[in-house]
Every structure is written in structure tokens, then in C-alpha cells.
């Protein structure tokens, strides 16, 4: 059974920054792509950023120059690195991990920008 666990989240004034862990039980290699995903209280859930097996990477018009995704294989980990946060990052965030025909989510972590 696969297990994603977020972790980073928390409270960081706009400007600031977070780093969310994504620990991933077994092997990452197994995944076509992992992303981030986000969802605002009484908004759609959206991509944030992902890395494919391949090392695409692709990332939201919105994140992008501030935010970057990184995956370190020999410790099934993926990461999100938050820069230059603002008040509109606020969400739970979401790690998930895909495969052609399914996807796997973690349970989320709050990130809020608020001074």
C-alpha cells in the first residue's frame, strides 16, 4: 500500500518562506510523476508543481520563479520549496503521487501567509 506524508506547513509572514517534505513509503521511481497540489477554502483543488520520472518539470504561472520541486530518490522524498510567499499561497497543501491509471494522496498541510 502506498503512504504519502506532507510536512513543512505552517505559519510564515508574506515575503517568508517553507519548505513541505513529502515522505513517500517505498521507492518514488515507481510513479510517473509526483506533484503538489493546493486547495483554498472554497476553491478547486490545483496543481502546484510536478516532476515526472523524466525530470519534467512543470509549475503553476502563479508559483513560478518563487516556488521549485525537487525530488531526492535514494530518500523516497519530495520536496517544495516556498519562496517569496504571499497571502494568496494560503491552502492546504497536497503531495500526490501518480501512475497511468491511479493517483495517491497524502492527507495535506496547512501553509498560511498572514502577517
Given at each position: ?70 525530488a531526492e530518490n535514494a530518500k523516497n522524498m519530495v ?37
Amino acid at each position: 500500500q502506498v503512504r504519502l506524508v506532507e510536512s513543512g506547513g505552517g505559519l510564515v509572514q508574506p515575503g517568508g518562506s517553507l519548505r513541505l517534505s513529502c515522505a513517500v513509503s517505498g521507492s518514488i521511481l515507481r510513479f510517473t510523476t509526483m506533484g503538489w497540489f493546493r486547495q483554498a477554502p472554497g476553491e478547486q483543488r490545483e496543481l502546484v508543481a510536478s516532476i515526472s520520472d523524466t525530470g519534467t518539470i512543470n509549475y503553476a504561472d502563479s508559483v513560478k520563479g518563487r516556488f521549485t520541486i525537487s525530488a531526492e530518490n535514494a530518500k523516497n522524498m519530495v520536496y517544495l520549496q516556498m519562496n517569496s510567499l504571499k497571502t494568496e499561497d494560503t491552502a492546504v497543501y497536497y503531495c500526490r503521487a501518480s501512475r497511468p491509471n491511479f493517483n495517491y494522496w497524502g492527507q495535506g498541510t496547512q501553509v498560511t501567509v498572514s502577517s
